[in-house]
Every structure is written in structure tokens, then in C-alpha cells.
């Protein structure tokens, strides 16, 4: 079992960066690949990035590549996305997704837990 939870969302201005945080608590986190996904209002949830259990292999959606960065630090039990140079397109609830299938995946029905969200807001 693992659980997650979400920091670091808030209201920003476009151009501007934020970092959020996903806690894990479980030993076994070091082998489960991570994911962020992200859902705005009346949209479907997307996928974001995702890495790997080593932290070895990223992948990004091309909607945030070269802006966002995934990582993760197996000693803290914690993924991070840093965002960078955020548009309003942005906004949206960012969940955090844990995947026993530890190499990484785009797929979220391959996710096994997922966190709350936390509310990531960009102002033009």
C-alpha cells in the first residue's frame, strides 16, 4: 500500500515557476515508477511526465517538454515537478500517480495509487 500526498500548488503568474511535491509513505517506494497527471475543468485528466524507480527515465507530454522537470529522491520517499515558464493553459488540479510497472508509464489506468491533487492556478 502506498500513500500520496500533494504540495506546493497556488495561484501564479504566467511565466512564472512553482514546484510540487508528492510525499509517499510505504518502504517499497523506491520501486515504483512516479507519474504526474493533471485535470482542468471539464477536461479529461492528462498525463504529464512520468520517471522511473531509479530516476534513470523521464518522459514528458509535449505540451510541457523543455518547461517542466520530473525527480525523485528514494531516500525522502518524494517526486518533485519543478514548472517553469507556466501558461494559463496550465491551470488545472495536478495528481501525482504511483506505478508498480516501475520503468514509467504514460497510461493511467496502469497507475496503482493515486494522491488528492493539489490546485496549480496561472493568471495571464
Known amino acids: 500500500q502506498v500513500q500520496l500526498v500533494e504540495s506546493g500548488g497556488g495561484l501564479v503568474q504566467a511565466g512564472g515557476s512553482l514546484r510540487l511535491s508528492c510525499a509517499a509513505s510505504g518502504r517499497t517506494f523506491s520501486r515504483y515508477a512516479m507519474g504526474w497527471f493533471r485535470q482542468a475543468p471539464g477536461k479529461e485528466r492528462e498525463f504529464v511526465t512520468t520517471i522511473s524507480w531509479s530516476g534513470g527515465s523521464t518522459g514528458y507530454a509535449d505540451s510541457v517538454k523543455g518547461r517542466f522537470t520530473i525527480s525523485r529522491d528514494n531516500a525522502k520517499n518524494t517526486v518533485y515537478l519543478q514548472m517553469n515558464s507556466l501558461k494559463p493553459e496550465d491551470t488545472a488540479v495536478y495528481y501525482c500517480?504511483?506505478?508498480?510497472w516501475g520503468v514509467g508509464t504514460r497510461q493511467s489506468d496502469e497507475y496503482d495509487y493515486w494522491g488528492q491533487g493539489t490546485q496549480v492556478t496561472v493568471s495571464s
Open positions: 500517480a504511483a506505478a508498480s
